[in-house]
């Protein structure tokens, strides 16, 4: 059985960091891409870094220069560090693993909350 479990959200000022964990089981990490994504209160849930079993990365433009998508394999683990955090990352965030387009990812975390707020 795969589970994905999301951890480290949080309520963080303006400027503030943070940072995600995921960490998976009943699958080997290695073998997959992992994402990150988001969804807003009234938004659609959307991608937000995503990275492949090769260690190559991409990130929405939203986010670019500021979080940076990492993994361990050893671990089973995805990470998502958040620097200069604003009002309009706040979220929830979820994990996901799969592969190709990663745009609907067939496993899923049950989500962290995020809020940047002063």
């Known amino acids: 059985q795969v589970q994905l479990v999301e951890s480290g959200g949080g309520l963080v000022q303006p400027g503030g960091s943070l940072r995600l964990s995921c960490a998976a089981t009943?699958?080997?990490?290695?073998?997959?891409?992992m994402g990150w994504y988001r969804q807003a209160p009234g938004k659609q849930r959307e991608s937000v870094a995503v990275?492949?079993?090769?260690?190559?990365?991409s990130y929405a433009d939203s986010v670019k220069g500021r979080f940076t998508i990492s993994r361990d394999n050893a671990k089973n683990m995805v990470y998502l560090q958040m620097n200069s955090l604003n009002p309009e990352d706040t979220a929830v965030y979820y994990c996901?693993?799969?592969?190709?387009?990663?745009?609907?990812?067939?496993?899923w975390g049950q989500g962290t909350q995020v809020t940047v707020s002063s």
């Open positions: 996901g693993a799969g592969s190709g387009t990663m745009l609907a990812p067939p496993y």
């Open positions: 009943g699958i080997t990490l290695s073998i997959y891409a």
């Open positions: 990275i492949r079993s090769t260690g190559s990365t």
